[in-house]
């Protein structure tokens, strides 16, 4: 999975025009806020979709993503344990860069981060006081359930709105 990140990157990089970093009268989170914000919104309803729709197209669950839940308790390794397939598919989060402008240092925290979140979710069995690890670890004993990124905590924005929020195994 890193490997795929880092094709799409070497692409990325030589296909777009990142903006300049503002003048010295702004900050970069002054200038940046907004896009950071679309990016976190961009990156939890990115992953819940093609997230979702691995379980729920056969093909893909059982040559695809399959892979990612044989770690049935899921530890900091198992998070980035993807089929190639599913690591283009995670990593298709960074075109982004194409519709939504932004500097160069904003688009290299959201890779960082891809490349970090998963972390957070397969952290082994996870505790309620820390709802990120124990949603994915849900997840990862019901199937059908917390589907989310994590990014969010109580099963974030789209697992609430969808009625696929599970609280307790």
Avoid at 50 to 71: A, D, G, P
Avoid at 76 to 83: C, R, Y
Wanted: proline share 5%; glycine share 8%.
């Amino acid at each position: 999975s890193v490997l795929i990140c880092i094709a799409y990157d070497a692409w990325i990089s030589k296909a777009v025009t990142f903006r300049s970093a503002p003048g010295s009268d702004t900050g970069f989170f002054q200038d940046q806020w907004m896009t950071i914000v679309i990016i976190l919104l961009w990156a939890d309803c990115h992953f819940y979709w093609v997230h979702r729709w691995q379980h729920e197209v056969s093909w893909l669950y059982q040559n695809v993503h399959k892979v990612h839940h044989e770690s049935k308790e899921p530890d900091p390794w198992s998070g980035l344990s993807f089929h190639p397939i599913e690591g283009a598919i995670y990593f298709s989060s960074l075109l982004i860069v194409f519709v939504l402008p932004m500097q160069k240092l904003t688009y290299d925290l959201f890779r960082f981060g891809l490349l970090l979140s998963p972390i957070g979710g397969h952290l082994g069995h996870g505790h309620r006081s820390f709802p990120w690890g124990y949603d994915h670890w849900i997840h990862h004993k019901k199937f059908s359930y917390n589907y989310g990124s994590g990014l969010f905590p109580c099963n974030g924005i789209w697992d609430n709105l969808c009625g696929t929020a599970l609280a307790e195994a």
